[in-house]
C-alpha cells in the first residue's frame, strides 16, 4: 500500500513533478516509423506535453512543441513542404532545428524570424520505432535505444494502441507473474464457458516465484505445480525482465519481444507491444492493435484485451492506498523501491539507470536446449 503523496508522486508525468522529471532522461517510443511517411506531420502527446512529429520530404525525423510560436496554433495541423514544417494558419515556416526560416506577409527585412523560434526536441528511429526525447539536453545517450533486439535486422511487427489508464499500472503488471495462471488462463477458460465452447488452456498453478533485481531493472522468475526448477526450465533460468523505468521483455526461441508503456499523460498510455522475428530480409509491419474487436468493445479472448481491459477497470489512475498486496506481489514493491531510488538520483542530478547506455544492450535468448542467466 502507498499513501497518496507516494501514489501521486510515482503517477503524475508532467513537467515539474518527480516522476516526470525521471522519466524525461529517457527516450520515449513515439510512433511506428512507417505510419509517419516522407512530407507528413502527425501530433503526439509525450509526458503531458503536445508535440508535432514530422518527417520531411527527403525522410529526414523532426520533432518540435506543438504552439507555434506566432498565434499558438498547433503545427500539428501544419504541412510539410520540401525540408520545414508549415503552420496551416499562417504558413510560418520551422526546419528541423525548431528555427523559424519564413514568416509570409511580413515586410522585406523583418527580423521577426530571429525572435520565433521553437525547441527542437531529439528524435530518432530504431528497430521500427520513432523515440523521442524531451530531456533538454541536444545528444542524450542512446539509452534504450541502445537495446539489442531494435538493432537486429529482423522481420518487425509493431502494434499500438492508446489505453485509458496512468502508465505506471500498465508497468506493474511486468513483475505480476500469476495473473497469466488466472487472467489468461481461468478467466479466459470462463469466457468460453458462458459462450458452451470447450476450455482453451489446461491451467497449471504456480508452486514458486522468484524476484530478482539485474543491471538493467528486474526479472521474475515462475515454476508450475510439478515441475522442478530444472524441468521449469527457461521460465525459471530466464524468465521475463522488466527493463527499467517500464519495457517488459520477453522471448522465445522464435522472437523477441518488448512492451513498451508510454506516458500520454497522467490518464493515457501509448502501448507499443514489439516483436522481432529473425529473418533473411528485414521488415517492419504495423498491425492492428488486438485490445478490441470490431464493435469497439474488449476483445476478451485475446491476452492484449484481457490486459488491457484489466488494466482499465482499475481507474484512469489506480488508487494504491487501497490495495492489500500479498507475497506474490514482491516484484511490484521491489519495482516502486528502485522507482523512489532513481527519482532520488534524478533530482540530485545524476543519470537514473538505463539512461545513459552507450553500447549495446544484448539480451537472453531462449533456445529449445539452452538456458542463459540473467546479470546478476
Given at each position: 500500500m502507498?499513501?497518496?503523496e507516494?501514489?501521486?508522486?510515482?503517477?503524475?508525468?508532467?513537467p515539474?513533478?518527480?516522476?516526470?522529471q525521471?522519466?524525461?532522461?529517457?527516450?520515449?517510443?513515439?510512433?511506428a516509423?512507417?505510419?509517419?511517411?516522407p512530407?507528413?506531420?502527425?501530433?503526439v502527446?509525450?509526458?503531458?506535453?503536445?508535440?508535432?512529429?514530422?518527417?520531411?520530404?527527403?525522410?529526414?525525423?523532426?520533432?518540435v512543441?506543438?504552439?507555434c510560436?506566432?498565434r499558438?496554433?498547433s503545427?500539428?495541423?501544419?504541412?510539410?513542404e520540401g525540408?520545414v514544417?508549415r503552420?496551416?494558419?499562417?504558413g510560418?515556416?520551422?526546419?528541423?532545428s525548431?528555427?523559424?526560416?519564413e514568416?509570409?506577409?511580413?515586410?522585406a527585412?523583418?527580423?521577426?524570424t530571429e525572435?520565433?523560434?521553437t525547441r527542437?526536441l531529439?528524435?530518432?528511429?530504431?528497430?521500427?520505432?520513432?523515440?523521442g526525447?524531451?530531456g533538454g539536453?541536444?545528444d542524450?545517450a542512446?539509452?534504450?535505444?541502445?537495446?539489442?533486439?531494435?538493432a537486429?535486422?529482423?522481420?518487425i511487427t509493431?502494434?499500438?494502441?492508446?489505453?485509458?489508464?496512468?502508465?505506471?499500472?500498465?508497468?506493474e503488471?511486468?513483475?505480476?507473474?500469476?495473473h497469466?495462471?488466472?487472467?489468461?488462463?481461468?478467466?479466459r477458460?470462463?469466457?468460453?464457458?458462458?459462450?458452451?465452447?470447450?476450455e482453451?488452456f489446461?491451467?497449471?498453478p504456480?508452486?514458486?516465484?522468484a524476484?530478482?533485481?539485474?543491471?538493467?531493472?528486474?526479472?521474475?522468475?515462475r515454476?508450475?505445480?510439478?515441475?522442478s526448477r530444472d524441468?521449469?526450465?527457461?521460465?525459471?533460468?530466464i524468465?521475463?525482465?522488466l527493463i527499467?523505468?517500464?519495457?517488459l521483455?520477453h522471448?522465445s526461441?522464435?522472437?523477441r519481444g518488448?512492451?513498451?508503456r508510454?506516458?500520454?499523460?497522467?490518464?493515457h498510455?501509448?502501448?507499443i507491444?514489439?516483436?522481432?522475428?529473425?529473418?533473411?530480409e528485414?521488415?517492419v509491419?504495423?498491425?492492428?492493435?488486438?485490445?478490441?474487436?470490431p464493435?469497439?468493445s474488449?476483445?476478451?479472448?485475446?491476452i492484449?484485451?484481457?490486459?488491457?481491459?484489466v488494466?482499465?477497470?482499475?481507474?484512469?489512475?489506480?488508487?494504491?492506498?487501497?490495495?492489500?498486496l500479498?507475497?506474490?506481489?514482491?516484484g511490484i514493491?521491489?519495482?516502486?523501491h528502485?522507482?523512489?531510488?532513481?527519482i532520488?538520483r534524478a533530482?540530485?542530478?545524476l543519470?537514473?539507470?538505463?539512461?545513459d547506455?552507450?553500447?549495446?544492450?544484448d539480451?537472453?535468448r531462449r533456445?529449445?536446449t539452452?538456458?542463459?542467466?540473467?546479470?546478476?
Open positions: 502507498l499513501s497518496a507516494q501514489n501521486n508522486t510515482l503517477t503524475h508525468v508532467g515539474g513533478t518527480p516522476t516526470g525521471l522519466l524525461r532522461s529517457y527516450w520515449h517510443p513515439i510512433a516509423g512507417p505510419a509517419v511517411a512530407g507528413t506531420v502527425q501530433a502527446r509525450l509526458l503531458g506535453e503536445n508535440l508535432a512529429l514530422f518527417r520531411t520530404e527527403d525522410g529526414e525525423l523532426g520533432l512543441p506543438a504552439r510560436p506566432h499558438g496554433a503545427l500539428a495541423l501544419g504541412f510539410v525540408q514544417l503552420c496551416a494558419y499562417h510560418w515556416a520551422f526546419d528541423r525548431g528555427m523559424c526560416v514568416t509570409p506577409n511580413e515586410p527585412g523583418s527580423r521577426l525572435l520565433a523560434s527542437s531529439p528524435v530518432l528511429e530504431r528497430g521500427g520505432l520513432v523515440f526525447h524531451l539536453t541536444a542524450p542512446p539509452g534504450i535505444t541502445a537495446l539489442g533486439p531494435l537486429d535486422p529482423d522481420a509493431v502494434r499500438i494502441d492508446v489505453l485509458p489508464c496512468n502508465w505506471l499500472q500498465i508497468a503488471n511486468g513483475m505480476d507473474p500469476t497469466l495462471e488466472w487472467l489468461h488462463g481461468h478467466f477458460n470462463a469466457q468460453s464457458r458462458l459462450r458452451g465452447a470447450p482453451p489446461a491451467v497449471r504456480h508452486d514458486e516465484l524476484f530478482e533485481e539485474t543491471p538493467l531493472g528486474l526479472v521474475k522468475r515454476r508450475l505445480v510439478g515441475e524441468e521449469a526450465g527457461e521460465d525459471w533460468e524468465g521475463q525482465q527499467f523505468p517500464g519495457i521483455y522471448c526461441p522464435s522472437y518488448m512492451q513498451f508510454t506516458p500520454i499523460d497522467d490518464e498510455t501509448l502501448h507491444w514489439w516483436e522481432g522475428r529473425d529473418a533473411d528485414p521488415s509491419t504495423v498491425a492492428p492493435s488486438t485490445t478490441r474487436r464493435d469497439g474488449w476483445d476478451l479472448d485475446s492484449d484485451g484481457q490486459d488491457a481491459v488494466w482499465a477497470s482499475q481507474g484512469s489512475i489506480l488508487d494504491r492506498t487501497r490495495e492489500r500479498g507475497v506474490a506481489d514482491r514493491t521491489m519495482f516502486r528502485m522507482l523512489f531510488a532513481e532520488a533530482a540530485d542530478g543519470p537514473p539507470r538505463n539512461s547506455l552507450v553500447d549495446v544492450v539480451l537472453p533456445t529449445a539452452t538456458a542463459v542467466l540473467l546479470p546478476r
